[in-house]
């Protein structure tokens, strides 16, 4: 990481793959990215010629906004350049930024994020994760929309703790048994 930064501070015109391993180094590590190879990297963006690279480039650039936690540029970026980065990929960054809106904002901004219609939680472990601070919250009625979907597997019977913790929350004893039917958890006892 120290011979990249060094090559990104002495040669602007590094090659792409350096750049991005500079920068996937730096995160892995939790090192801050320098602002010179932001731009380098947006610059790298617009005279690539490679698809593939060019969606690297991108994929790269959304990874360094959700480490420095400007989720929301991050998801501009992911609106704008839908073209070039994979749905697996918006997917995987989409699903990432979520589950850190859930554990890491403050109880407004959670709130506001939450309460947007504009806004698509993807995953099921993160309607989840925002079902249960809505619950704790003291918003049963927005957590039980959240997760009224299908889920799989552990996801699924986490949602059905969710549906009558937030079914209890209402006041709607009948409902909550309901979801626990046939689940004998000390979870479910409680």
């Known amino acids: 990481a120290n011979r990249l930064s060094e090559l990104a501070d002495d ?3 590094m090659t792409p793959e350096a750049l991005m391993t500079l920068i996937e180094l730096e995160l892995e590590a939790k090192k801050p990215i320098d602002a010179n190879e ?6 790298l963006q617009f005279e690539v010629q490679d698809e593939p690279l060019r969606r690297k480039l991108y994929s790269t650039e959304v990874a360094v906004l959700i480490a420095m936690e400007a989720y929301d540029d991050a998801q501009s970026l992911i609106g704008s350049e839908q073209a070039n980065l994979s749905s ?6 989409r699903t990432d930024i979520f589950e850190r809106l859930a554990r890491k904002t403050n109880d407004a901004e959670f709130l506001k ?3 947007d219609p504009a806004q698509d939680i993807v995953g099921t472990s993160n309607q989840n994760s925002f079902a249960t601070r809505l619950i704790a919250l003291g918003f049963p009625e927005r957590a039980q929309d959240l997760i009224s979907g299908q889920a799989i597997g552990d996801d699924m019977m986490e949602r059905r703790y969710l549906r009558a913790e937030a079914a209890l929350n209402m006041g709607d004893l009948e409902k909550a048994r309901a979801h626990l ?3 004998n958890s000390a979870r479910a006892q409680e």
């Open 11 to 13: 040669d602007a015109r």
């Open 38 to 43: 932001l731009t380098l990297l947006r610059t």
């Open 88 to 93: 697996e990929t918006i997917e995987m960054y």
């Open 113 to 115: 994020i939450a309460f």
């Open 181 to 183: 039917a046939g689940v």
